[in-house]
């Protein structure tokens, strides 16, 4: 079974800079895709940032020039450098892996991580 662990949410005023990590771990055989969503109250969950096996990212335009995602393959793990935090950056982010498993290693499926509060004040 896959289990994401997150970390590096907290408080920040406007202007600030967070990193968020998200590490899995697992019968895992191989990662694929990762990513980073983020949802508050009432609103849909929306994707944030994405980065492909080939380390290629994409973002939400919301974000696009503020946030930096990146992958350690090494160590499962994904990253979210999050600058220029506005208020509206308030939410609760969760990360995303695509992940095969070893005793199937066909068949990939969608785990999430717990959520982790970024909080952004004025």
């Known amino acids: 079974q896959v289990q994401l662990v997150e970390s590096g949410g907290g408080s920040v005023q406007a202007g600030g800079s967070l990193r968020l990590s998200c590490a899995a771990s697992g019968s895992i055989f191989r990662v694929n895709a990762m990513g980073w969503y983020r949802q508050g109250p009432g609103k849909q969950r929306e994707l944030v940032a994405i980065?492909?096996?080939?380390?290629?990212?994409n973002y939400a335009d919301s974000v696009k020039g503020r946030f930096t995602i990146s992958r350690d393959d090494a160590k499962n793990t994904v990253y979210l450098q999050m600058n220029s935090l506005k208020p509206e950056d308030t939410d609760v982010y969760y990360c995303q892996v695509r992940a095969s498993m070893r005793f199937d290693p066909w068949t990939q499926g969608d785990y999430w991580g717990q959520g982790t509060q970024v909080t952004v004040s004025l």
């Open positions: 980065i492909t096996s080939g380390g290629s990212p």
